[in-house]
């Protein structure tokens, strides 16, 4: 017999069977549910129902017509029962929802395709991007750096002269790192100096 499934475990699972490649494969979803749960309690969502509602922005397939997260939300609890690819997002929203393994590896953010297509223009690769593995790097894409620093100025009297010195506090050159990659999808955290120098938030 079917279990009936509930709104919050479908709404996951159909986005992260929209936000995945068609590949269809059980990893990239469940990283891709473990991030989103990981991001709605950073913000301080109790559900992931509500986290869409206020940030649709976040997971565009909720809005944009994608056709997996439709076909997902839509179906009938049997017909996901019947269908391999939909039952593993299925098994990954639970996965995610009840703490269980993390597939992401502590990932905040994760891209697609469009790393590769749009890599000039890309968000992440002006702010410098690093990845930890090889296996990470599914796109054959560069590496890129931006490097900022902080530098103490102090001025002080030598031989009654006032003289400038400066002095480095601190540098970082990326801002994202890569914690995983399977299917279609690269998965980073931010880069712990760039957290502890700037006291940015790891999730936004």
Do not use: C
């Not at 479908?10 to 590949?23: H, I, K, Q, V």
């Amino acid at each position: 017999m079917t279990e009936k499934l509930d709104s919050e475990t479908r709404l996951l699972a159909a986005m992260a069977y929209g936000e995945s490649s068609t590949a269809d494969v059980f990893e990239e979803m469940a990283a891709l549910a473990n991030v989103m749960v990981r991001q709605s309690r950073a913000r301080g969502y109790s559900t992931i129902a509500a986290f869409t509602a206020k940030e649709a922005s976040f997971s565009y397939v909720v809005a944009d017509g994608n056709k997996r997260y439709a076909k997902l939300m839509t179906a009938k609890d049997e017909e996901i029962e019947n269908s391999p690819s939909m039952s593993d997002a299925v098994k990954a929203a639970k996965n995610a929802l009840n703490g269980g393994e993390d597939y992401s590896n502590g990932a905040y953010f994760w891209d697609g395709a469009d790393i590769r297509s749009n890599y000039k223009n890309h968000f992440k690769v002006a702010k410098g991007i690093r990845f930890t593995d090889p296996s990470h790097n599914i796109y054959g894409i560069k590496e890129s750096t931006k490097l900022v620093k902080k530098i103490k100025t102090t001025k002080i009297k030598v031989n009654g002269k006032i003289e400038t010195r400066k002095e480095e506090l601190w540098r970082y050159d990326h801002i994202y790192q890569s914690t995983a990659a399977y299917g279609g999808t690269i998965f980073w955290k931010q880069n712990p100096d760039y957290i502890r120098y700037t006291h940015a938030k790891e999730y936004l």
